[in-house]
């Protein structure tokens, strides 16, 4: 278990150079919302929030959905698999809510 990173975040994702190995929560100006562990500044794995709904949880490098992740839709449909560069990439199952 990661130690609660320090400090309260009010700017862009680039004040958060001193977060390293910490466990942090992140609203940004749009309203999406990262809940997780910090590596150099940046995400790297948790549970990303979107202000419409849409919810992946999953492996993050370099800010972007990179590894195994789930991502549900604001709608209910749901891709279980790989990703790279926040796209699907590799094997994975898409789900439709329907």
Request: hydrophobic share 15%; net charge positive.
């Amino acid at each position: 278990s990661l130690p609660p990173c320090k400090g309260s975040p009010t700017k862009s994702i680039s004040t958060f150079a001193s977060w390293t190995d910490c466990f942090g929560t992140y609203t940004d100006p749009n309203g999406n919302k990262y809940v997780g562990e910090w590596k150099d500044g940046k995400y790297n794995q948790g549970t990303i929030t979107r202000l419409n709904g849409d919810q992946y949880i999953g492996e993050i490098k370099d800010n972007k959905r990179n590894g195994q992740g789930t991502y549900t839709t604001d709608k209910g449909d749901k891709y279980v698999g790989e990703y790279r560069n926040s796209k699907r990439d590799g094997q994975g199952t898409y789900t439709f809510a329907n």
